[in-house]
Each structure stands twice: as C-alpha cells, then as structure tokens.
C-alpha cells in the first residue's frame, strides 16, 4: 500500500513563504495526477493545485499567481511553493495522488495533512 507524506508546513507570517513537499512510501506507476488540497476548521476540503502527468497545472482562483506546483517525476514527489501567503491560507495540507490501477479504474491516495498557519 503506497503512503503519502507531506512536510514543510509550519507558521508563517503573512506576506511570507513556504515548500511544502509530498514523498510517496514507494515508486507509484500510473499516476494520472498529484496534487495538494487544503481544508480549513468547518469548510470543506478545496482543491489547491494539481499536477497531471503530462505536465499540465490546474490553480484554484485562490492561489493563482502565487502558488507553484511541481513534481520530480524520477522521485514520485509533487512540492507547492507557497508566496505571498495570506492569513486566509491558513489549513490542513492534504498530498493527493490519482493512479490507474485498470483500463478504466483509478485509485485516490491521500497524505496525512500538514498544517499551515499564516498569522496576520
């Protein structure tokens, strides 16, 4: 069973900076898409930014322009290069992962979380 885990989070002052990096347990084949997503206390878990396998980056509004996913296709990692953080992006942290596992089907895995608090 591959596990995903993320590192990097921590407390940050607005305005300031953060890598969060997500290692798989294992090599991972058929990965269709890594990403990050976040969730905050009370809301529901948002899409941060994706990563297809092909290259291709997919930016939530929210992040655009100061967010920057990228993955090391040779070490199965996918980091998020956080800018110009807001207390607004205050969260948990969640590393996602989308594998083929058949013709059609896929499997998600996800991280533990890493936390991300941006003080004001």
């Known amino acids: 069973q591959v596990q995903l885990e993320e590192s990097g989070g921590g407390l940050v002052q607005a305005g300031g900076s953060l890598r969060l990096s997500c290692a798989a347990s294992?090599?991972?084949?058929?990965?269709?898409?890594m990403g990050w997503y976040r969730q905050a206390p009370g809301k529901q878990r948002d899409l941060v930014a994706v990563?297809?396998?092909?290259?291709?980056?997919n930016y939530a509004d929210f992040v655009k322009g100061r967010f920057t996913i990228s993955r090391d296709n040779a070490e199965n990692t996918v980091s998020l290069q956080m800018n110009s953080l807001k207390p607004e992006d205050t969260a948990v942290y969640y590393c996602?992962?989308?594998?083929?596992?058949?013709?059609?089907?896929?499997?998600?895995?996800w991280g533990p979380g890493t936390q991300v608090t941006v003080s004001s």
């Open positions: 294992e090599r991972m084949f058929g990965i269709n898409a």
């Open positions: 990563i297809f396998s092909g290259g291709t980056t």
């Open positions: 996602h992962a989308n594998i083929r596992t058949g013709t059609v089907s896929t499997r998600d895995y």
